[in-house]
């Protein structure tokens, strides 16, 4: 094994192999990538001593309000006292404006068939579209959540379209092209901790919160879950999800360090008209076409560690 010298200065939020090439014309090999609280993306290097380089430095987005310069004057000899230094007042203008801290990085997911372009999610709520080319500027950020959001996921079945999950109990559905969710989903009052597209099921998704776990299927309804499973034990907290590459299982892991594995059934088997509903829910809805139900149910084939 090799040590690196080099380390982030926050924790380590999500870490994924990436296969992808360091320099135009190089061979393609896998580097681990990290996102910290620290505010930055970084790709380390095995091949080269575990060295490590930022593809992106996080940058916080804000608002910088303007005021005229007349207004500006008439504020301040309103506000302040006579006599009073003007230098303390100076200094709060200024504070107000600072906006070039770092924002600290959460989930992120490289683009599937491009692996120079991802998407990052951050704590003030915004989700990012970066280059590894750029290190310091986005192609594009995404609004809508109010507050972190904790995992960001593209689905394996419709380029462009993406799940965010957040502490302020929502899932919201995306489209690289828009800015704002082209749908949100909240069915609790709850941070939801994780979510995962399904590998089978174009329109299948499923998250975690504290103490349950859900099954949605947009053929069905994108109001309520299709499937929702309690966790009964109100000292464990269930944190990550993850549905297996082929087949309708899925794993679960909590506080306690159990992961637990559940099979699920009456899921539809693959098939383009899936894909074809999802597209239909990105993008407008041709008229008179409808979802369809589905009965599916889940079943726990218990914990293991």
């Not at 975690?208 to 009964?232: A, C, F, K, M, Q």
């Not at 309708?248 to 892991?253: A, E, P, R």
Request: proline share 5%.
């Amino acid at each position: 094994s090799v040590v690196s010298t080099q380390s982030t200065g926050g924790p380590v939020w999500e870490i994924k192999w990436i296969e992808r090439e360091y320099h135009a014309g190089e061979e393609r090999t896998e580097n681990i990538i990290t996102t910290s609280t620290d505010g930055k993306v970084t790709q380390w290097m095995i091949r080269k001593g575990f060295e490590s380089v930022d593809l992106m430095k996080l940058k916080r987005v804000g608002k910088k309000v303007s005021v005229p310069e007349g207004e500006q004057k008439e504020q301040k000899e309103q506000e302040q006292p006579a006599g009073q230094d003007s230098k303390s007042q100076q200094q709060k203008l200024r504070g107000e404006a600072f906006i070039s801290r770092n924002a600290g990085g959460l989930g992120f997911d490289f683009f599937p068939t491009n692996n120079n372009i991802y998407l990052v999610a951050t704590e003030e709520g915004f989700v990012h579209k970066c280059s590894c080319s750029y290190n310091e500027q986005y192609l594009q950020s995404y609004t809508g959540h109010t507050g972190p959001v904790y995992k960001v996921k593209w689905s394996p079945f419709v380029p462009d379209c993406f799940l965010t999950c957040s502490s302020d109990w929502t899932i919201r559905l995306w489209h690289s092209d828009v800015t704002k969710p082209i749908l949100t989903f909240v069915s609790s009052t709850k941070s939801v901790n994780d979510i995962c597209w399904s590998n089978v099921c174009a329109t299948v998704f499923g998250a975690v919160s504290d103490n349950r776990i859900e099954i949605w299927d947009l053929r069905s309804t994108n109001l309520d879950p299709v499937i929702i499973s309690n966790v009964s034990d109100p000292d464990v907290r269930l944190s990550t999800f993850l549905f297996t590459d082929n087949s309708s299982t899925l794993l679960v892991g909590d506080s306690t360090g159990h992961v637990t594995v559940y099979l699920l059934r009456n899921i539809a088997e693959p098939s383009t008209t899936h894909i074809m509903a999802l597209r239909d829910i990105v993008l407008p809805m041709p008229s008179g076409q409808s979802l369809t139900h589905s009965n599916a149910s889940i079943v726990s084939n218990g914990p293991e560690r």
